[in-house]
């Protein structure tokens, strides 16, 4: 009686702890895309948490955020600054970035006016710290139009800053 050892891949889902084997005409079949026992189709990622969920969609939607700028500025050079690819390969790493890593990008050391949000993006428009007076604003419009490239650069430059340590991570690991 011959005996041959199969090896198989085993799944296991995080959500509800089951485990099993995807077995196709007796071999080793496709990556699941769903629990067995769950049925979810995120059974192999960690659930993303209502902070990560909001810093996420405050970083994707930065680039609409510089585009009406640059609109109302009839700039179109503000809405140029920001990259969209960019942004995916920062949101689409494996494993996903931090909180923290997504608050560096969000609120990046040296920000010169309040942090643009879709709550504020039309309060304070155009108004920068005045030098001559600590602590009280100033409008002046080519300014604020420097200042919001010069932010949406640091969070970019904050972006490839992870990106390659992770890349740097991962090839002294590999």
């Known amino acids: 009686m011959p005996v041959s050892k199969i090896q198989v891949n085993e799944y296991h889902c995080i959500r509800c702890g089951y485990k099993w084997i995807n077995r196709l005409n007796g071999k080793d079949g496709p990556v ?9 189709s995120n059974w192999d990622r960690d659930a993303v948490s209502p902070k990560e969920n909001g810093l996420r969609r405050r970083i994707k939607g930065f680039k609409k955020l510089y585009k009406y700028a640059g609109s109302y500025w009839k700039d179109n050079s503000i809405a140029d600054c920001w990259s969209d ?17 997504l608050g ?6 040296g920000l010169v006016i309040r942090p643009l949000s879709s709550q504020n993006q039309y309060i304070g428009r155009g108004y920068v710290p005045d030098p001559e007076k600590p602590g009280w604003l100033k409008y002046d419009k080519e300014a604020y139009i420097k200042i919001i490239k010069q932010e949406a650069q640091k969070r970019q430059q904050v972006m490839r800053q992870i990106i390659e340590t992770r890349h740097l991570g991962s090839s002294v690991k590999g």
């Open 32 to 40: 699941p895309t769903r629990c067995a026992k769950c049925k979810t």
């Open 85 to 101: 690819e960019l942004t995916e390969k920062f949101l689409n790493l494996n494993p996903r970035p931090t909180i923290t890593e």
């Open 104 to 109: 560096r990008v969000v609120y990046p050391i």
